[in-house]
């Protein structure tokens, strides 16, 4: 299988505009996680796609392979999917922009589960953690996740899910982690079809996948991903560089 990294890269955040812009120990947060998914050897190639002259430039100008997009898009799987479109490619990982410290572990965890999927029954692959303080379970920016027997996604939501009607029946709280690997027809699938009123509601792009019956397999994972989203973000990840 050829797998290969994608990274897409907004400029506007609503959040925290231009953080993937921002000075982190020397570098900027882009290249940082450019860097770093290039370092895990997990992949064949490793872009950068991105609407940002800023961005491309900054990748390309440090050796870093970056590719512009040519639409505006409302998600990430869409920027991602215009990207691979004419790449020979079978497996596209996934890998937040803001995320400098990203390492191989979670997604070696991701990508193992097209290994043994010779009938490719698998369209994407994501991970998710188990959380059990009622603060995490009940925070809408918290996406949580139910699966099937066989660890296939039955519905993601901001929501508690399940409900705990009773509370004595000993279920489990997943948190989705937003680190995907995609069958490239998986991508280009999702390019094609509509919105729908799930995902338009919840405004959470894996609902498309739900809704028009592709398979997410989940893997349970420790990791929690360290993300940029606002300047507190961006201070704790100046701290711990300087902890290195």
Do not use: C, W
């Not at 993937?20 to 872009?47: C, N």
């Not at 191989?104 to 193992?112: R, T």
């Not at 043994?116 to 369209?123: Q, V």
């Not at 901001?158 to 489990?172: F, L, M, N």
């Amino acid at each position: 299988m050829k797998i290969i990294a994608v990274i897409p890269a907004r400029y506007a955040s609503t959040r925290f505009p231009a953080k993937l812009m921002q000075d982190l120990g020397g570098k900027t947060v882009i290249l940082r996680t450019y860097e770093a998914a290039v370092s895990t050897k997990l992949f064949d190639d490793v872009f950068v796609v991105t609407d940002s002259d800023l961005i491309f430039d900054e990748i390309v100008s440090h050796g870093g392979k970056a590719i512009m997009s040519i639409k505006e898009h409302e998600s990430g799987s869409d920027r991602i999917a215009e990207a691979v479109v004419n790449l020979d490619v079978d497996i596209v990982v996934n890998v937040q922009g803001d995320e400098p410290f990203t390492e191989a572990a979670p997604l070696e965890q991701v990508l193992s589960v097209f290994k043994n999927d010779a009938n490719k029954k698998i369209d994407l692959a994501s991970l998710m953690r188990e959380i059990t303080d009622e603060d995490e379970i009940n925070n809408p920016n918290n996406v949580k996740v139910v699966v099937d027997q066989s660890q296939f996604a039955l519905y993601f939501s901001r929501s508690v899910i399940p409900y705990p009607r009773d509370k004595e029946a000993g279920v489990r709280y997943f948190q989705h982690i937003g680190i995907y690997a995609f069958r490239k027809q998986a991508l280009l699938d999702f390019y094609s079809l509509p919105m729908k009123s799930l995902e338009a509601s919840e405004k959470l792009e894996q609902l498309r996948y739900l809704e028009f019956g592709k398979r997410i397999k989940m893997v349970e994972t420790t990791h929690v991903g360290i993300g940029i989203d606002t300047a507190e973000d961006l201070e704790r990840a100046r701290a711990m560089l300087r902890d290195i």
